[in-house]
């Protein structure tokens, strides 16, 4: 009687054993039908967390939305990044000046600047003394004469910036702002604010090869590139002085930008 009793208890348990698994299996076939939708979970559907983790793909594409395009972001150097393709001005320019300091051309904001890279040992270095004559008769009226230093065409500017200060200012008295030695020419090598003023990809209206010594950029109050002119354009040069005296009189320079 006893051993019949365990024989029924093992019927009973082995019976509903059966039973979940056909179950299971039930659900199983059912869930690979087409059409069929699978069980949903305490985790959320198809058994994935209805909460996913904040620092998953989705969360990593919405940081790299918000984290903004790489162009729009300054570097460090001599001078922030400028667009290839978003023209931005000379102001948003950082540079260092002939002293070693910083020289935020920001500060040039409603001045219209003539951008000349200068060398001290050149057939052009006499346009120092028309530059700075240049610079007194217009600076009341808003103009900036800005001397960039270069070595780059004939090796005529060996010096240092010291080197550089002193002679330009015991020669030829320069007061108007110089910068600090950079390379100016066309190129892989040339500094930012050069590339800017001599390609039409970003500054909006003229591309220009800078080939010597003096070479000269007009810009406007706005920051933007007005007119380049090669070096033999003298400071004297009655069209530049006549450029320059429209610049003044305008809020974003001349109307008809072009190369001389």
């Known amino acids: ?25 039930d659900q199983a076939s059912n869930d690979k039908r087409p059409g069929t939708q699978p069980a949903k979970t305490s985790r959320g559907e198809s058994g994935h967390s209805a909460h996913p983790d904040p620092g998953g793909v989705h ?8 984290a903004g395009s790489p162009a729009t972001r300054p570097t460090s150097g001599d001078s922030r990044l400028v667009p290839s393709t978003q023209p931005v001005g000379l102001h948003a320019f950082k540079m260092k000046d002939i002293d070693g300091k910083t020289c935020d051309l920001a500060g040039y904001k409603g001045k219209v600047v003539l951008v000349v890279n200068v060398a001290s040992k050149c057939g052009f270095t006499k346009q120092y003394a028309g530059l700075q004559k240049l610079y007194e008769d217009y600076k009341d009226k808003g103009l900036v004469v800005l001397g960039v230093p270069s070595n780059d065409f004939g090796q005529q500017e060996p010096g240092t910036e010291s080197e550089i200060k002193e ?26 604010l050069y590339k800017y003023l001599s390609e039409k990809a970003r500054n909006g209206v003229l591309d220009a090869k800078v080939a010597w010594n003096f070479n000269k950029f007009l810009v406007g109050k706005d920051g933007k ?3 380049h002119y090669e070096s033999k354009v003298a ?18 320079g001349l109307p008809q930008p072009g190369i001389r």
């Open 225 to 227: 590139v007005i007119r």
């Open 167 to 192: 002679f330009c200012t015991s020669r030829y008295h320069v007061t108007f702002p110089m910068l600090a030695k950079v390379s100016v020419k066309n190129g892989p090598q040339q500094t930012a």
């Open 1 to 25: 009687m006893r051993r019949t009793g365990f024989n029924l208890i093992a019927v009973v348990i082995a019976g509903g054993w059966l039973a979940g698994a056909s179950a299971t299996a």
């Open 59 to 66: 969360a990593a594409a919405a940081h790299a939305d918000h």
């Open 235 to 252: 400071p004297e040069d009655e069209k530049l002085r006549a450029d320059i005296e429209k610049a003044l009189k305008s809020s974003a």
